[in-house]
T-cell receptor
Framework: GAVVSQHPSRVICKSGTSVKIECRSLDFQATTMFWYRQFPKQSLMLMATSNEGSKATYEQGVEKDKFLINHASLTLSTLTVTSAHPEDSSFYIC????????????FGPGTRLTVL | DAKTTQPPSMDCAEGRAANLPCNHSTISGNEYVYWYRQIHSQGPQYIIHGLKNNETNEMASLIITEDRKSSTLILPHATLRDTAVYYCIVASGSARQLTFGSGTQLTVLP
């Protein structure tokens, strides 16, 4: 068990448009999900912590009005990149931590966003 | 969370054991050692974690020194598919986030 999926796996959009990325925990419930961003040849950087039923907690320097996060259920969190620009092109990865039991996080396969 | 230090890269021959070191000299008593790996253009994959005892699962073994200031991840029979960036992360069991460093690029050679 402990499978996390992301959709879409790859998206290309025009500058100024918005893109929504879904993160689902398929076989477990996750009160908390995390959104990371990874630029080429760099490590993962945490963007925000998504809490079911409450507002997300954003890391310093991450614009909450640009990166909208919704965690509507124990198995789904969404990240919407609003008014995307080329500098938002990156690899976006979500992870989920089980509501109870084990402490490790399980990661999705990532979404490659390219903004033209 | 305690900081970790890993070599930037390592090579290993296919079929041999890969031993990946990690230093975490400032680890606290309630902090675990987690290992993840990331194959190119994929999300990180959980490998193993431990507190102070050595751990083994179907993927790897984790050896933690008695003073807990360093650890070694062992892949007993490396294959080409084990080529990836390996991240050693120290965090408490109740930590709400993981902080990724730069990791070790392991290349398994045929």
């Amino acid at each position: 068990g402990a499978v996390v999926s992301q959709h879409p796996s790859r998206v290309i959009c025009k500058s100024g448009t918005s893109v929504k990325i879904e993160c689902r925990s398929l076989d477990f419930q996750a009160t908390t999900m995390f959104w990371y961003r990874q630029f080429p040849k760099q490590s993962l950087m945490l963007m925000a912590t998504s809490n079911e039923g409450s507002k997300a907690t954003y890391e310093q320097g991450v614009e909450k009005d640009k990166f909208l996060i919704n965690h509507a259920s124990l198995t789904l969190s969404t990240l919407t990149v609003t008014s995307a620009h080329p500098e938002d092109s990156s690899f976006y990865i979500c992870s989920a931590r089980k509501t109870s039991g084990r402490s490790e996080q399980f990661f999705g396969p990532g979404t490659r966003l390219t903004v033209l | 969370d305690a900081k970790t230090t890993q070599p930037p890269s390592m090579d290993c021959a296919e079929g041999r054991a890969a031993n990946l070191p990690c230093n975490h000299s400032t680890i606290s008593g309630n902090e675990y050692v987690y290992w993840y790996r990331q194959i190119h253009s994929q999300g990180p994959q959980y490998i193993i974690h431990g507190l102070k005892n050595n751990e083994t699962n179907e993927m790897a073994s984790l050896i933690i020194t008695e003073d807990r200031k360093s650890s070694t991840l062992i892949l007993p029979h490396a294959t080409l598919r084990d080529t990836a960036v390996y991240y050693c992360i120290v965090a408490s069991g109740s930590a709400r986030q993981l902080t990724f460093g730069s990791g070790t690029q392991l290349t398994v050679l045929p």
